[in-house]
């Protein structure tokens, strides 16, 4: 039977992963190998300066004290008795758009198992709302799982989908959406004095790109982007190529 990892960076009992176990379990068997606690923003760090405990905490379910990207490895290395099929990493309560798949431990735990040769997916539903409910988000995980299992995806590719809140049931194939969004930074001082840095986004300009993952969530459109894992900037290659003499003449000296 098909064999489906799941794990995200919300913690092993969010409310996301449980939904998408719940939905992919009628298509596939399930392990479970996701944060014990959250690590939004982690990325596709990795955990170097400290032991990785691994706990156990259902049938094929472990919580790991580390990062996404240290789950899949931990999952792949050690707690799996072979390679899963596919892997997927969410739901993510909030949205993954832009700049910010950069940063996110959904995509960068789907960008390990990318890194492994697996097909994978990051799926995130576009709230910031506590109360919000899964079901459309994992329905359209297990649609695009089946996809998946069905056509395949290209070697080291990674899908990330993003769902908005108010989804109006189209599906959009999109691009990654260049920055829109400025860094703010809120300052306080804490009890003892010290002071402390509060990071947040603001969105800065009113249009995006028609084809880009924004555009469609704002249109209420799940956005779908592929993703490739070599950001090799193939022009650059091409026009910086007459560097590389008089630097290996400097170099040399």
Known sequence: MTHILLTNDDGYQAAGLLALAEALGEIATISIVAPLLEQSGAAQSLTLRRPIVCHAVGERQWAIDGTPAD???VALHKLLPEKPDMVIAGINHGANLGENIYYSGTVGAAREAALHHIPAVAISLCSKNPKIKFEDSAGIARATAEMILRHGL???????INVPEKWD???RLTRQSKKITRTQFVEGKDPRGRDYFWLSEQRIDKDVAP???YSAIFSGAVSVTPLHLDP?????????AHWAE??????SR
Do not use: K, M, R
């Open 211 to 213: 084809d880009s993952d």
């Open 154 to 160: 290209p070697d080291q590719v990674l899908l990330s």
């Open 71 to 73: 789950c899949v490895i």
């Open 246 to 251: 008089p630097l290996s003449e400097v170099f």
């Open 169 to 171: 049931g189209a599906v």
């Open 232 to 240: 090799t900037h193939t022009e650059s290659l091409e026009q910086l």
